[in-house]
């Protein structure tokens, strides 16, 4: 059974870093590509990035230049490296296995929160 599982979030100030982490279980882990995904109060879920099983990676609009998705197969974990954050990233992120840009699967984490604010 595929579990993930999210950690990282919290509260940080406009211009501030987060690190998230997610964690598969599950040997599947390696041969599949992972997303993130985010939700803020009222509004759908959007893709943020996505990273291949050999490790290209697609962003959002809104996060490129500023967002760095990566993954240690050997560790079964991704990481969404976020840099320059704004109050509008703010919003409960997810991480998903498997899917194309854009297009994710049924299996997902628990989501972490993530909040921007002075």
């Known amino acids: 059974q595929v579990q993930l599982v999210e950690s990282g979030g919290g509260l940080v100030q406009p211009g501030g870093s987060l690190r998230l982490s997610c964690v598969a279980s599950?040997?599947?882990?390696?041969?599949?590509?992972m997303g993130w995904y985010r939700q803020a109060p009222g509004k759908e879920r959007e893709a943020v990035a996505h990273?291949?099983?050999?490790?290209?990676?697609n962003y959002a609009d809104s996060v490129k230049g500023r967002f760095t998705f990566s993954r240690d197969n050997a560790k079964n974990t991704v990481y969404l490296q976020m840099n320059s954050l704004k109050p509008e990233d703010t919003a409960v992120y997810y991480c998903?296995?498997?899917?194309?840009?854009?297009?994710?699967?049924?299996?997902w984490g628990q989501g972490t929160q993530v909040t921007v604010s002075s």
């Open positions: 599950g040997s599947i882990f390696s041969i599949n590509a």
């Open positions: 998903n296995l498997g899917g194309a840009w854009g297009q994710p699967t049924a299996y």
């Open positions: 990273i291949s099983r050999t490790g290209n990676t």
